[in-house]
């Protein structure tokens, strides 16, 4: 039997204070109003995982802007007003149960399947996102062709994510998270898959989180020192999952450095599992074994920084859990949470969890579709751990 006591030991998190290790990880619901206010049922989703005592939750990716931000149809914003005042309802139903909750803020760049606001798509460089839409999002074909972004348009999209982010702290959210990962805007400057450019936002590795940093300082200067921030990163998207950053561990470590002199109070690393080796082709063997997380846990390191780093990928037994927290302070739960929205309960008190179905998510990843296979597999999604 693992010993799960690491699990449910305290964290600082900046000025948050975490009573467990144990995170939501962000996952694209689709189930918005058309306009971006959240839906009702929404509120009845997050409220339920802090519920069954996951101590952080991670929303699913927010658009930033009424311009070319939006990713899905359905998909929640944070860019107005009123779309702000949505959100406070949630806010306040997963403090009610002891959570914090973090806002994601994604801009998705070529990865976009869906915007109602326009008919062009862009990008760092022309691009376009290999492989079909996510058919489970609503999407279907192949990506659309991205044009160059311009330069006035980059510092829109800085001035969205700031905007986003002082929105989410006017709500009562804990945090905001930026999404850098999984092929969305942020990652495409990091990627030179996406990024291209020869101007101040492109270059070589280093120069490339030109775009990243400029987020940073904005949404810093927006919310304040005391308002944690953070960055999600993976080396591959949606449909590259296997893609990985050129220049090996050497320029991975310089990557995650130049973010966490950034100011950021954490870093959320995902991949396809927690333990997979980041680069398997590594000359030096010792390297060959490194997760991405582990890069980032020497950098910190070396800096002697007191980043918080969260892992998150495939993580569905407490014993992946405990394991996950020796390169990480806490481990976000993603697939197997949504099989279990009390995994924290059901873990502590050593009872089953449910496996994740990917019927879960077919035809489409809703709220709505995931009740309907609940109710025909009489599977509750909480029962406080005594299935």
């Not at 760092?124 to 044009?147: H, I, N, V």
């Not at 990480?328 to 197997?336: K, T, Y």
Request: glycine letters at 8%; one cysteine or more; hydrophobic letters at 40%.
């Amino acid at each position: 039997m693992t010993d799960t006591k690491t699990l449910f030991t305290a964290h600082t998190l900046g000025e948050l204070e975490l009573r467990n290790r144990l995170v939501l990880a962000p996952m694209t619901r689709t189930s918005a109003q058309e306009d971006g206010l959240v839906h009702f049922d929404m509120v009845d989703y997050y409220r339920d995982f802090a519920r069954g005592d996951f101590s952080l939750l991670v929303t699913e990716g927010l658009y930033t802007d009424e311009a070319f931000s939006q990713g899905y149809a359905n998909q929640p914003g944070l860019a107005t007003q009123a779309q702000q005042d949505s959100w406070r309802p949630v806010v306040e139903a997963v403090h009610q149960q002891g959570g914090r909750l973090i806002a994601q803020l994604m801009h998705a760049g070529a990865q976009t399947q869906h915007n109602r606001f326009k008919d062009e798509v862009v990008a760092p460089s022309e691009s376009r996102a290999s492989g079909e839409m996510l058919s489970f999002y609503g999407g279907s074909g192949p990506f659309p062709l991205a044009r160059e972004i311009s330069e006035s348009e980059i510092h829109e999209v800085i001035a969205g994510f700031a905007t986003s982010a002082r929105l989410a702290k006017e709500a009562g959210f804990d945090g905001v998270e930026l999404h850098g990962a999984n092929g969305y805007l942020i990652h495409q400057f990091i990627s030179e898959r996406f990024n291209q450019r020869d101007d101040a936002w492109g270059g070589d590795a280093t120069a490339r989180l030109a775009f990243p940093l400029a987020v940073i300082r904005s949404v810093r200067e927006a919310v304040g020192d005391d308002f944690p921030l953070g960055m999600r990163l993976s080396q591959g998207t949606v449909t590259e999952p296997d893609l990985s950053w050129a220049g090996g561990p050497d320029a991975a470590r310089a990557r995650f450095s130049h973010l966490i002199e950034a100011g950021l109070d954490f870093l959320h690393l995902t991949g396809g599992d927690v333990a997979a080796p980041a680069f398997p082709e590594a000359a030096n063997a010792d390297e060959r074994s490194l997760s991405l997380t582990a890069l980032a846990d020497q950098s910190r390191k070396a800096l002697e920084s007191d980043i918080t780093l969260i892992t998150n990928g495939g993580v569905d037994s407490s014993e992946k859990a405990v394991a996950a927290l020796e390169h990480a302070d806490l481990v976000a739960i993603g697939r197997s949470a949504l099989a279990n929205h009390d995994w924290p309960k059901r873990v502590k008190r050593d009872t089953c969890l449910t496996p994740f179905d990917f019927a879960m998510l077919s035809p489409l990843a809703t709220l709505a579709n995931e009740e309907d296979w609940r109710i025909a597999n009489d599977k509750p999604a909480n029962c406080e751990g005594r299935c």
